[in-house]
């Protein structure tokens, strides 16, 4: 027969599973860590020459809008898209890059084949004395309405 001190030892124990199940699901397996929107920054924050990407995702199956900036400076916005996986192709008005998305964490890769890392600053799309541009015409609204376009044709 288990005593009242086995029954508390036993109790304790199930109560650290709970608790470090429920932490590592928090910190590791949530689904907002997988996807992309949010800021990100390279460089020092506190360095007037820090790049941000911002990504504001409008859909999971076709992307979203994205903006890279510098502090008082836009430096091109436009409209993102996913390729394969974690791979997100970037639409701006004088460029296209390739972005891989790990650990909360994007890899920009130019067209040169230079690659410049960002970690993830927020969750949430932030502009830091910068005002957001006027993504109402960019690339990925007629992307958006050539897929829904072809969905509705079959």
């Known amino acids: 027969m ?3 001190k086995e029954k508390t030892k036993v109790t304790i ?3 650290l ?5 429920a932490s590592f699901f928090v910190n590791y397996v949530d689904p907002r860590n997988q996807q992309i929107h949010g800021t990100y920054i390279s460089g020092d924050q506190m360095s007037p020459d820090a790049v941000y990407l911002v990504f ?9 809008n994205f903006a890279k900036y510098r502090q008082f400076e836009m430096m091109e916005y436009g409209s993102f898209a996913p390729l394969e996986g974690n791979i997100y192709s970037l639409y701006g008005a004088s460029s296209t ?3 891989i998305f790990v650990d909360n964490a994007v890899y920009l890769i130019y067209q040169t084949g230079e ?7 927020s969750r949430m799309p932030t502009y830091i004395n910068v005002f957001p541009p006027d993504f109402s015409a960019t690339v990925f609204d007629a992307y958006v309405e050539e897929a829904e376009f072809l969905d509705n044709k079959q």
């Open 97 to 99: 890059w390739k972005v």
């Open 2 to 4: 288990i005593g009242m």
């Open 115 to 121: 690659v410049s890392a960002f970690a993830r600053l």
């Open 56 to 64: 504001e995702q409008e859909s999971p199956v076709y992307g979203g």
């Open 13 to 15: 124990i199930i109560v």
């Open 17 to 21: 599973v709970v608790a470090l199940s």
